[in-house]
C-alpha cells in the first residue's frame, strides 16, 4: 500500500511529535524527501539546455535568484562535470549584459565540453580549464585575471571533489578572489546527512565540504554565512550552509 506521509512520525530531538502540517514538519519531510532521493538518483537526472545537470532543482532556482540579483560580470566554477551548471550561468547571465564563466575540471567529459564551447550563444562567454581546482598553479592562472580592473563583481561556486581537504584547500585559495560583497557558494555539504542512506559512504559524516566551510569560517573571518540566500525554505538543499559572503 502507498505510504502517507501522515503514517510517518516525524520527532523533534527531545522526541515530541512534530505536527506534519506545519513549517517543522516540512522540513523533517523535506530532509526525508533528500535522502531518499539521492538514494534514487533524482539530482543526477537533471539537464540545462541539453547539458547534464548534477543539481537539485529548488538549488537551481537557488542559483538562478543569487546571479540575476548580484549580476556578477566574472562566474567560476569547480567542477564542470557535464557542463549543465555552466550553461546555466552563462544562460542566466545573457538576460542582464552577459558575464565570462570559467569552469576547472579535472576530469572533463569532453563530449559534453566541446558542444558546449561550440555553442553559438554560450559558447563565447565559457573558459574550460583542464586541470586540479586545488592545485594553486591553476589558481595563479585565475589570479591573472581577476585583478579588479578586469572584473567588478566575481563569485566563486565550488562543486568538484567533496573531500572534506580539498574543498578546504579551495576555500582558501578561491576565497581571495572573489570581490568583497559578493559570494561563494560550496555545493554538496548535504553529504553528512547521505552518509548511511543506500548508495551513501560512512566516511561522508566527517568527510564532506559542509565540515570544510566550518573550519574556513573559523579561520578567515572575511566571510560569513549568508542565511538569507538560502531563502525560502532553506532545508530543501544540497548546500546546507554553503552560502558565504564576503564582507572584507
Not at 40 to 65: E, K, N
Not at 112 to 117: K, V
Amino acid at each position: 500500500m502507498p505510504v502517507k506521509p501522515e503514517d510517518i512520525p516525524f520527532l523533534d530531538p527531545n522526541g515530541n511529535p512534530i505536527p506534519l502540517y506545519s513549517p517543522e514538519g516540512f522540513a523533517a519531510l523535506s530532509q526525508l524527501w533528500l535522502k531518499v532521493g539521492w538514494s534514487v538518483g533524482y539530482p543526477f537526472a537533471q539537464s540545462w539546455m541539453g547539458f547534464p545537470l548534477i543539481q537539485l532543482p529548488q538549488d537551481v532556482m537557488r542559483m538562478q535568484a543569487l546571479i540575476t540579483q548580484e549580476q556578477p560580470t566574472l562566474i567560476i566554477e569547480t567542477g564542470v562535470s557535464g557542463g549543465g551548471s555552466m550553461a546555466l550561468y552563462a544562460h542566466l547571465a545573457l538576460a542582464y549584459g552577459g558575464a565570462k564563466v570559467i569552469g576547472i575540471e579535472k576530469n572533463p567529459r569532453f563530449e559534453h565540453i566541446d558542444a558546449l564551447t561550440a555553442h553559438p550563444i554560450l559558447g563565447p562567454h565559457i573558459t574550460v580549464i583542464h586541470g586540479d581546482s586545488a592545485d594553486p598553479v591553476i589558481v595563479s592562472r585565475l589570479r591573472e585575471h581577476t585583478q579588479p580592473h578586469h572584473w567588478q563583481r566575481v563569485c566563486v561556486i565550488l562543486d568538484s571533489s567533496h573531500r572534506y581537504d580539498h574543498v578546504l584547500k579551495e576555500l582558501r585559495l578561491y576565497g581571495p578572489l572573489v570581490t568583497t560583497g559578493s559570494f561563494m557558494m560550496v555545493m554538496d555539504g548535504s553529504l553528512k546527512d547521505m552518509a548511511h542512506v543506500p548508495s551513501g559512504k560512512p566516511r561522508w559524516e566527517h568527510d564532506n565540504p559542509h565540515r570544510a566551510v566550518q573550519d574556513f569560517l573559523q579561520e578567515c573571518h572575511h566571510f560569513v554565512l549568508d542565511p538569507h540566500g538560502m531563502e525560502p525554505h532553506p532545508d530543501i538543499t544540497l548546500c546546507p550552509q554553503g552560502l558565504l559572503r564576503r564582507v572584507a
